[in-house]
């Protein structure tokens, strides 16, 4: 099993383009999440997911959107990226009912000039 | 909202040494878990705590909920290069609710 796993791992962007990051996994989970991480600010929860079709806000959702379209897949974009968005993007998945078991992918690093 | 404060931000030991960090809240948590993560990785969860005054082992590392349930420690001992990474605590107040984590301890390991 490969887990978690994200695409890209590194990406640079301008003020105001759009893009989309995909995570995906393979054990059947139903919970998804994505978090950022800043340095000395540990994991911000941005929007989570609790099944296919389902979406929910986080701590941080400003700026950024989600779709779970399919149970193994779930995409965060940013529309109209801003350089305070510059930060390293992390997908996780547990089982249902498990939000405290969750499985890390290997991050993306954002970078908005 | 709510907030976990970890301390300390980083440490710098020897090789062999003992390590210790905590993490304290100004609310409950009905769960603590340590993960940790290693450099160009996403993090990987070490100990969960369920029981206020639980003391849990995982190899060279034990975590312990406190009693007051507003926090938590992490103690690694003989310490050796591959625990070099960052150390998140992680609360969680139901089963039901989202986790919230900590800043991190970064802990360098000086062979």
């Known amino acids: 099993n490969a887990g978690v796993t994200q695409t890209p791992k590194f990406r640079v962007l301008k003020t105001g383009q759009s893009m989309t990051l995909l995570c995906a996994q393979d054990?059947?989970?139903?919970?998804m999440y994505w978090y950022r991480q800043d340095p000395g600010m540990g994991l911000r929860l941005i929007h989570y997911?609790?099944?296919?079709?389902?979406?929910a806000k986080g701590e941080v959702p400003d700026g950024y959107n989600v779709s779970r379209l399919k149970k193994q897949n779930f995409l965060l974009g940013l529309e109209s990226a801003a350089p305070s968005q510059t930060s390293v993007y992390f997908c996780?998945?547990?089982?249902?009912?498990?939000?405290?078991?969750?499985?890390f992918g290997p991050g993306t690093r954002l970078t908005v000039l | 909202g709510q907030q976990l404060n970890q301390s300390p931000q980083s440490m710098f030991i020897q090789e062999g040494e003992d390590v210790s960090m905590n993490c304290t809240s100004s609310?409950?948590?009905?769960?603590w878990l340590w993960y940790k993560q290693d450099p160009g990785e996403g993090p990987v969860l070490l100990i969960a705590?369920?029981?206020?005054?639980e003391l849990t082992s995982n190899g060279r590392l034990t975590a312990q909920f406190g009693i007051t349930r507003k926090d938590s420690f992490l103690n690694i001992s003989a310490s050796i290069p591959s625990d070099v990474g960052i150390y998140f605590c992680?609360?969680?107040?139901?089963?039901?609710?989202?986790?919230?984590f900590g800043g991190g301890t970064r802990l360098m390991v000086k062979p």
């Open positions: 996780a998945s547990s089982y249902k009912g498990l939000h405290g078991t969750q499985y």
């Open positions: 054990m059947n989970h139903e919970y």
């Open positions: 997911s609790v099944g296919e079709g389902t979406t």
């Open positions: 609310s409950i948590f009905n769960t």
């Open positions: 705590l369920y029981k206020a005054g």
């Open positions: 992680a609360g969680q107040v139901n089963a039901g609710n989202m986790l919230t």
